[in-house]
């Protein structure tokens, strides 16, 4: 089974400032892992995929993430951040590649307040 | 660019009642989803749809829930009889389906409210 851990529920950051948002997996395959965001009262939109090519992957918006096997992590970045990121950010894990299994699997959530 | 899409985007229904929460995927996509978010609550996968049957189902999907393809084009979510803990958002969501890549594209969701 896979499981997805956001390690900080609410990042509250300075406009123009840096945007860390932290995510550990536990899998028991090659996992591909996403980040989805979600405005209010808006659906979830895709920010980025990793899916067992670069290490180093480039989402929409700036954002940024790095997939680190040794350390079960796949940490969200951005080097400025906007008013418009302010959002629910969701760290979310598939199903093992090659098979049926496509169900993905949600981290909790972490709301990014930037104030101006 | 290709969207998934939900309606009603908001339904209120009384406990007990019946209700359909319809989708319309990506035309060439292959896989179809439903998930539900509880307020305050994670994100929860309850069924996948390839091929005309269900191909993965969680726990949380018991004989109550039942999806439907009627057509080419509308992909449906049937709840028999809704109870309070039915209320959440439901998202709908589909994938092309390519092999290694589980890239979804989701719907903007239907927020129902069961009294």
């Known amino acids: 089974a896979q499981s997805v851990t956001q390690l900080d529920s609410h990042v509250s950051v300075s406009e123009g400032t840096p945007v860390l948002l932290r995510c550990n997996y536990s899998?028991?395959?090659?996992?591909?892992l996403f980040w989805y965001v979600q405005h209010p009262n808006k659906g979830l939109q895709l920010l980025l995929k990793y899916t067992s090519a670069a290490t180093l992957v480039k989402g929409i918006n700036g954002f940024e993430a790095e997939f680190k096997k040794s350390e079960t992590s796949f940490h969200l970045t951005k080097p400025s951040a906007h008013m418009s990121d302010a959002a629910e950010y969701f760290c979310?894990?598939?199903?093992?590649?090659?098979?049926?299994?496509?169900?993905?699997?949600f981290g909790s959530g972490t709301r990014l307040q930037v104030q101006p | 660019e290709p969207e998934v899409t939900q309606t009603p985007s908001h339904q209120v229904t009384q406990m007990g009642q019946e209700v359909i929460l319809r989708c319309v995927p990506i035309s060439n996509h292959l896989y179809f989803y439903w998930y539900r978010q509880i307020l305050g609550q994670k994100v929860e996968f309850l069924v996948s749809?390839?091929?005309?049957?269900?191909?993965?189902k969680s726990e949380i999907f018991d004989d109550q829930f039942s999806v439907e393809r009627p057509d080419g084009s509308n992909f449906t979510l049937k709840i028999r009889s809704t109870k309070l803990e039915d209320s959440a958002m439901y998202f709908c969501a589909s994938s092309a389906g390519t092999k290694g890549d589980y890239g979804y594209t989701f719907g903007s969701g239907t927020r129902l409210t069961v009294v």
């Open positions: 979310v894990v598939s199903g093992p590649v090659n098979t049926g299994r496509r169900a993905l699997t």
């Open positions: 899998s028991s395959y090659s996992p591909s």
């Open positions: 749809f390839y091929n005309n049957e269900i191909s993965e």
